[in-house]
């Protein structure tokens, strides 16, 4: 099929100096305004700082999540197990 055959449903629009040819499969369609998506283009007012929110909450669960990791590590259990630990790991040969 050659690209300058005009189909049934096609018309050619019109053609200016230096200009290419085009066929619109579905005249009139270029003159149509896009749909515009309804409803807010950013986020509403009442999603307004869930950002800073969330992140605010994710800090405070890590610095008392290291709150209890700082009081296990201080145990005298904990702390003798992870010096054997090491002695042990060094000690191979």
Do not use: C, K, W
């Not at 300058?4 to 499969?25: F, K, L």
């Not at 749909?35 to 009442?46: L, N």
């Amino acid at each position: 099929m050659s690209t300058t055959q005009d189909t049934p449903a096609a018309t050619r629009t019109a053609h200016e100096p230096g200009a290419a040819e085009v066929y619109e499969i579905y005249p009139g369609a270029s003159a149509i305004v896009p749909v515009q998506p309804r409803g807010p283009r950013s986020p509403g007012d009442s999603e307004a700082g869930m950002a800073t929110a969330e992140y605010a909450i994710a800090t405070l669960a890590a610095v008392g999540f290291a709150g209890v990791l700082v009081f296990i590590m201080r145990s005298d259990e904990v702390r003798g197990f992870l010096l054997n630990l090491i002695r042990t790991a060094l000690a191979l040969p």
